[in-house]
C-alpha cells in the first residue's frame, strides 16, 4: 500500500504549540501529588514482603530484591488475624445490613409519606450524625456491661449454634451500637436520593390501593438498588475499620473475639520493638474485606444503573 | 370546596355535581386550579373546605386506597423496575374477589383491548411514549373502578398521536361507561371529548355546560376568549345612543342588542371569526359601504389547508392596535396588503361589560346558521 512520507513525520511543531508553560506545570503538580498519595501505599506493599534485615538495609519505596524477598510476613500476619476476620465479618455484615435497611425505611417515611411532626423527627437524625462517638463511650460501656447485659444473655444461645461459640456473643452489642449509630448517615443518604424520586410513583401506588408499607416493599425499595450498592460499601467500610467502639466494648486485644481493628496495632509488636514488615503484611490483609466488598457492590451499583435507565 | 396552600387559595368556592358515566374535562390555563381539583377528588390533597362525595358517600377524609378511584398522570408514572404486566396487575393486588388466575386473565384482557398484549413482558422504559400511555391506561381500566381521573395524559405525545388517542379515550369511556374527570389546558380536547365541560381561572368556575353552549352562549369574556380556535375577536369601545365606536369602527347597535346591553357604555364586542365575511373592496372604494360594513386592509394571511386565517387592521391603524382575524375558505385566495370589505352580521355579535366581563348580550342561534339535529 503506498502511503506518502509525509504521513510519517512527526509533527513536533504542533505538539509544542499545544502544550503551554501551564499546561506543563499542571501535569508535573497532578504527577507530584499522585507520587505523594501512592509512595506510602508502595511503600506498604514493599515492605510487606521483605525480611527485617531488608526493611533495615534497603530504601523503603525499593521492591525487594532476591535474597530479601520473603512470603514469611505474610504468613504469619494471616495466622494472627484468621480469628479476627471471622469476628469483624460477624460483626459488621449484619451491622451493615441492619443499619442500611432501617435507614432506607426511615428516610421512606420522612420524605415519601406525610405526616405531623416529620421536621422534628428528621431534626433529630441529623443531631445524631452529628453525635461524636467519643462523648458517648463510657454511658454505652455502661450501659452494655451493667444495666442491659445482651451478651451473657445470648451466650447460651450461641453455645448451642453450630459455627459460633460462645465468646462470639460479645460481639452482638457491639453489632447493635454499630447499626443505632449508623442509622443517621444511612437516612440522610437515602433521603437525598429519595428526595429525587418521583412523588408520582407513590401517588399511583396509594390510588392503586396498595398500603404506605406495600409501597415500600413493592415500589420503593426495588428502585433504591443503586443507592443500596453506594450507602452498603461506605457503612461496610465505616464498621469494619471502626476502632473507639470495639475498644470500648471488647475487652481486648488478646479476647478470642477481638476484631481486626483492635489487633492490627498488637500485630509484629514484641519487646524488641515493632517489627515492620508483619505490620504491613497485617495492614494489607486487613484492607481485602473492604476491596472484595467495593468490588462486589460496585458492580451490582453500576447494573443497577443501566437497568434504570 | 376551597383549597388553600398558605396564602395562595388554587380553588376557590368550586360546585360540581357530576352525573354518573359523564366526561367532565375540567379545563382553564396554567395554574387555574384543575389538577388541585383532581388530586382534590383522587385524596392526594385534602381541601381546605368543603365536602367530595363520590357514589353518595363521604370522601373527606377517606385515603385515596379507599376511594376506588383510578387516575392516569401526565408523566404516566409507571413503575420502572416491573414489566407492563406486573405494573398492571399491581392494582388488581388489592382487589378482592379475584382468583390469582383470573387476575392473570383480566390482564391479558384489558392488554388485548388496548393493543398491547405484545408488550406484556417488556420494561417501561423500552417503550414509546403512546405505547406507556396505552400501559397507564390499562391500569386504570383493570380496576373497573367507579370513577377515572386524568391529569392531561395527552401532553406529552405528539400532535398525530394526541388526535389518535384523543379517539380512542372516547371509544374506550363509552364501551366503560365510567365517569370520568378529565383535566386539560387544551381546548380541543376539551370541545372534542366531553359531555360538559367546567371552564376554570385562578380558582373559580367561570362555567359548566356543554361544548356548544360554552361556544354559542358564553357566560363571561374569559370562557368566550378561551373556547374556539382561533380565539374570538375582541374590540373594547363605547356604546352611546344605541352605536358601538371604538378607536377606529362604529357599529350600529340593533334592537336586541340594545335592549340587552341597557345603559352600560364601557362594552367589548365580540365575534367569531368564522362570522366576518370578506369581500372585494368595489370599484366605488369605501363610498358604498352599508352600516355593518367596513373597509380592512390585510396584514397577514395564515394558510391551513383547509381554511385561512386573514388577520386585518383598519387602514388608519398603522401600529397594529387593534387587528381582528377571519377565517375564510382554504380555497379563497387572499393577498397581504389587499383592502377588503369586512362585513359583520349583528345576529353573530357578543357583547360583554368591560369591567366585569359578564357577557351581556350572546349571538342569536335562529337565523339560518343554527345548530341542525341530526
Same mark, same amino acid.
Given at each position: 500500500?503506498?502511503?506518502?512520507?509525509?504521513?510519517?513525520?512527526?509533527?513536533? *511543531?504542533?505538539?509544542?504549540?499545544?502544550?503551554?508553560?501551564?499546561?506543563?506545570?499542571?501535569?508535573?503538580?497532578?504527577?507530584?501529588?499522585?507520587?505523594?498519595f501512592?509512595?506510602?501505599?508502595?511503600?506498604?506493599?514493599?515492605?510487606?514482603?521483605?525480611?527485617?534485615?531488608?526493611?533495615a538495609?534497603?530504601?523503603?519505596?525499593?521492591?525487594?530484591?532476591?535474597?530479601?524477598?520473603?512470603?514469611?510476613?505474610?504468613?504469619?500476619?494471616?495466622?494472627?488475624?484468621?480469628?479476627?476476620?471471622?469476628?469483624?465479618?460477624?460483626?459488621?455484615i449484619?451491622?451493615?445490613?441492619?443499619?442500611?435497611l432501617?435507614?432506607?425505611m426511615?428516610?421512606?417515611?420522612?420524605?415519601?409519606?406525610?405526616?405531623?411532626?416529620?421536621?422534628? +423527627?428528621?431534626?433529630?437524625?441529623?443531631?445524631?450524625?452529628?453525635?461524636?462517638?467519643?462523648?458517648?463511650?463510657?454511658?454505652?460501656?455502661?450501659?452494655?456491661?451493667?444495666?442491659?447485659?445482651l451478651?451473657?444473655? +445470648?451466650?447460651?444461645?450461641f453455645? *448451642?449454634?453450630?459455627?459460633?461459640?460462645?465468646?462470639?456473643?460479645?460481639?452482638?452489642?457491639?453489632?447493635?451500637?454499630?447499626?443505632?449509630?449508623?442509622?443517621?448517615?444511612?437516612?440522610?443518604?437515602?433521603?437525598?436520593?429519595?428526595?429525587?424520586?418521583?412523588?408520582?410513583?407513590?401517588?399511583?401506588?396509594?390510588?392503586?390501593?396498595?398500603?404506605i408499607t406495600?409501597?415500600?416493599?413493592?415500589?420503593?425499595?426495588?428502585?433504591?438498588?443503586?443507592?443500596?450498592?453506594? +450507602?452498603?460499601?461506605?457503612?461496610?467500610?465505616?464498621?469494619?475499620?471502626?476502632?473507639?467502639?470495639?475498644?470500648?466494648?471488647?475487652?481486648?486485644?488478646?479476647?478470642?473475639?477481638?476484631?481486626?481493628?483492635?489487633?492490627?496495632?498488637?500485630?509484629g509488636?514484641?519487646?524488641?520493638? +515493632?517489627?515492620?514488615?508483619?505490620?504491613?503484611?497485617?495492614?494489607?490483609?486487613?484492607?481485602?474485606?473492604?476491596?472484595?466488598?467495593?468490588?462486589?457492590?460496585?458492580?451490582?451499583?453500576?447494573?443497577?444503573?443501566?437497568?434504570?435507565? | 370546596?376551597?383549597?388553600?396552600?398558605?396564602?395562595?387559595?388554587?380553588?376557590?368556592?368550586?360546585?360540581?355535581?357530576?352525573?354518573d358515566?359523564?366526561?367532565?374535562?375540567?379545563?382553564?390555563?396554567?395554574?387555574?386550579g384543575?389538577?388541585?381539583?383532581?388530586?382534590?377528588?383522587?385524596?392526594?390533597?385534602?381541601?381546605?373546605e368543603?365536602?367530595?362525595?363520590?357514589?353518595?358517600?363521604?370522601?373527606?377524609?377517606?385515603?385515596?386506597?379507599?376511594?376506588?378511584?383510578?387516575?392516569?398522570f401526565?408523566?404516566?408514572?409507571?413503575?420502572?423496575?416491573?414489566?407492563?404486566?406486573?405494573?398492571?396487575?399491581?392494582?388488581?393486588?388489592?382487589?378482592?374477589?379475584?382468583?390469582?388466575?383470573?387476575?392473570?386473565?383480566?390482564?391479558?384482557?384489558?392488554?388485548?383491548?388496548?393493543?398491547?398484549?405484545?408488550?406484556?413482558?417488556?420494561?417501561?422504559?423500552?417503550?414509546?411514549?403512546?405505547?406507556?400511555?396505552?400501559?397507564?391506561?390499562?391500569?386504570?381500566?383493570?380496576?373497573?373502578?367507579?370513577?377515572?381521573l386524568m391529569?392531561?395524559?395527552?401532553?406529552?405525545?405528539?400532535?398525530?398521536?394526541?388526535?389518535?388517542?384523543?379517539?380512542?379515550?372516547?371509544?374506550?369511556?363509552?364501551?366503560?361507561?365510567?365517569?370520568?374527570?378529565?383535566?386539560?389546558?387544551?381546548?380541543?380536547?376539551?370541545?372534542?371529548?366531553?359531555?360538559?365541560?367546567?371552564?376554570?381561572?385562578?380558582?373559580?368556575?367561570?362555567?359548566?355546560?356543554?361544548?356548544l353552549?360554552?361556544y354559542?352562549?358564553?357566560?363571561?369574556?374569559?370562557?368566550?376568549?378561551?373556547?374556539?380556535?382561533?380565539?374570538?375577536?375582541?374590540?373594547?369601545? /363605547?356604546?352611546?345612543?344605541?352605536t358601538?365606536?371604538?378607536?377606529?369602527?362604529?357599529?350600529?347597535?340593533?334592537?336586541?342588542?340594545?335592549?340587552?346591553?341597557?345603559?352600560?357604555?364601557?362594552?367589548?364586542?365580540?365575534?367569531?371569526?368564522?362570522?366576518?365575511?370578506?369581500? /372585494?373592496?368595489?370599484?366605488?372604494?369605501?363610498?358604498?359601504?352599508?352600516?355593518?360594513?367596513?373597509?380592512?386592509?390585510?396584514?397577514?394571511?395564515?394558510?391551513?389547508?383547509?381554511?385561512?386565517?386573514?388577520?386585518l387592521?383598519?387602514?388608519?391603524?398603522?401600529? $397594529?392596535s387593534?387587528?381582528?382575524?377571519?377565517?375564510?375558505?382554504?380555497?379563497?385566495v387572499?393577498?397581504?396588503?389587499?383592502?377588503?370589505?369586512?362585513?359583520?352580521?349583528?345576529?353573530?355579535?357578543?357583547?360583554?361589560?368591560?369591567?366585569?366581563?359578564?357577557?351581556?348580550?350572546?349571538?342569536?342561534? $335562529?337565523?339560518?346558521?343554527?345548530?341542525?339535529?341530526v
Amino acid at each position: 500500500m503506498a502511503s506518502s512520507s509525509s504521513d510519517q513525520t512527526f509533527d513536533v *511543531a504542533s505538539l509544542v504549540e499545544d502544550y503551554s508553560l501551564y499546561r506543563i506545570s499542571q501535569y508535573v503538580l497532578v504527577i507530584l501529588f499522585i507520587g505523594f498519595f501512592l509512595a506510602p501505599l508502595e511503600t506498604g506493599i514493599m515492605t510487606a514482603f521483605k525480611t527485617n534485615r531488608a526493611v533495615a538495609e534497603t530504601i523503603p519505596l525499593m521492591p525487594p530484591l532476591a535474597e530479601g524477598f520473603t512470603l514469611d510476613n505474610m504468613m504469619f500476619a494471616f495466622n494472627a488475624l484468621s480469628g479476627a476476620f471471622f469476628n469483624s465479618l460477624f460483626m459488621a455484615i449484619p451491622a451493615t445490613i441492619g443499619s442500611v435497611l432501617f435507614g432506607s425505611m426511615a428516610a421512606y417515611g420522612l420524605t415519601m409519606v406525610d405526616w405531623r411532626g416529620q421536621l422534628g +423527627v428528621l431534626v433529630l437524625f441529623l443531631i445524631g450524625i452529628f453525635l461524636p462517638y467519643q462523648a458517648v463511650l463510657v454511658p454505652l460501656a455502661r450501659f452494655w456491661n451493667n444495666i442491659f447485659p445482651l451478651a451473657s444473655m +445470648v451466650e447460651p444461645l450461641f453455645v *448451642a449454634l453450630p459455627i459460633l461459640q460462645g465468646y462470639h456473643a460479645n460481639l452482638v452489642p457491639l453489632m447493635i451500637t454499630h447499626i443505632a449509630y449508623g442509622i443517621p448517615i444511612c437516612t440522610i443518604l437515602f433521603r437525598s436520593y429519595y428526595q429525587g424520586l418521583p412523588t408520582s410513583y407513590v401517588e399511583a401506588a396509594k390510588i392503586d390501593g396498595a398500603s404506605i408499607t406495600k409501597i415500600y416493599r413493592r415500589i420503593i425499595l426495588p428502585i433504591s438498588k443503586p443507592m443500596f450498592g453506594v +450507602v452498603f460499601i461506605y457503612q461496610f467500610t465505616q464498621i469494619y475499620n471502626e476502632f473507639l467502639f470495639a475498644f470500648t466494648l471488647i475487652t481486648g486485644s488478646d479476647t478470642p473475639e477481638a476484631v481486626v481493628t483492635l489487633i492490627l496495632p498488637a500485630v509484629g509488636a514484641s519487646t524488641s520493638g +515493632v517489627d515492620f514488615g508483619i505490620r504491613m503484611s497485617a495492614a494489607f490483609l486487613a484492607a481485602l474485606p473492604t476491596l472484595i466488598i467495593y468490588v462486589a457492590f460496585a458492580e451490582q451499583f453500576a447494573e443497577g444503573l443501566k437497568t434504570d435507565a | 370546596m376551597t383549597k388553600r396552600f398558605g396564602d395562595t387559595t388554587a380553588v376557590e368556592d368550586l360546585s360540581l355535581d357530576i352525573p354518573d358515566s359523564e366526561f367532565l374535562v375540567l379545563v382553564g390555563p396554567s395554574g387555574c386550579g384543575k389538577s388541585t381539583t383532581l388530586r382534590c377528588i383522587a385524596g392526594l390533597e385534602s381541601p381546605t373546605e368543603g365536602s367530595i362525595y363520590i357514589g353518595g358517600e363521604h370522601m373527606n377524609y377517606r385515603v385515596p386506597q379507599n376511594r376506588d378511584i383510578a387516575m392516569v398522570f401526565q408523566d404516566y408514572a409507571l413503575y420502572p423496575h416491573m414489566t407492563v404486566r406486573e405494573n398492571i396487575r399491581f392494582g388488581l393486588e388489592e382487589e378482592s374477589g379475584y382468583t390469582s388466575e383470573e387476575r392473570d386473565a383480566r390482564v391479558e384482557e384489558i392488554a388485548d383491548l388496548l393493543g398491547i398484549s405484545s408488550m406484556l413482558d417488556r420494561n417501561p422504559g423500552e417503550l414509546s411514549g403512546g405505547q406507556q400511555q396505552r400501559v397507564a391506561l390499562g391500569r386504570a381500566i383493570v380496576r373497573d373502578p367507579e370513577v377515572f381521573l386524568m391529569d392531561e395524559p395527552l401532553s406529552n405525545l405528539d400532535a398525530e398521536l394526541r388526535a389518535e388517542m384523543r379517539t380512542e379515550l372516547q371509544q374506550l369511556q363509552n364501551r366503560f361507561d365510567v365517569t370520568t374527570v378529565y383535566v386539560t389546558h387544551n381546548q380541543t380536547e376539551a370541545m372534542t371529548m366531553s359531555d360538559r365541560i367546567a371552564v376554570l381561572n385562578k380558582g373559580k368556575l367561570q362555567q359548566v355546560g356543554e361544548p356548544l353552549e360554552l361556544y354559542h352562549a358564553p357566560e363571561n369574556r374569559f370562557v368566550a376568549g378561551f373556547i374556539g380556535e382561533p380565539s374570538m375577536n375582541f374590540v373594547e369601545g /363605547r356604546h352611546q345612543n344605541g352605536t358601538f365606536t371604538s378607536e377606529y369602527f362604529q357599529y350600529p347597535f340593533d334592537t336586541g342588542i340594545r335592549d340587552d346591553v341597557g345603559d352600560t357604555s364601557d362594552v367589548v364586542l365580540g365575534v367569531r371569526p368564522e362570522d366576518i365575511n370578506l369581500k /372585494r373592496l368595489p370599484e366605488g372604494g369605501s363610498s358604498g359601504l352599508a352600516d355593518h360594513e367596513f373597509r380592512m386592509t390585510v396584514s397577514v394571511v395564515e394558510p391551513h389547508g383547509d381554511r385561512n386565517v386573514v388577520h386585518l387592521r383598519h387602514p388608519e391603524d398603522a401600529s $397594529e392596535s387593534e387587528t381582528i382575524h377571519a377565517l375564510t375558505a382554504g380555497t379563497t385566495v387572499v393577498d397581504a396588503g389587499t383592502d377588503v370589505v369586512v362585513s359583520v352580521d349583528p345576529d353573530t355579535v357578543h357583547i360583554f361589560d368591560m369591567a366585569t366581563g359578564e357577557a351581556l348580550h350572546n349571538r342569536r342561534l $335562529e337565523s339560518e346558521v343554527e345548530v341542525r339535529n341530526v
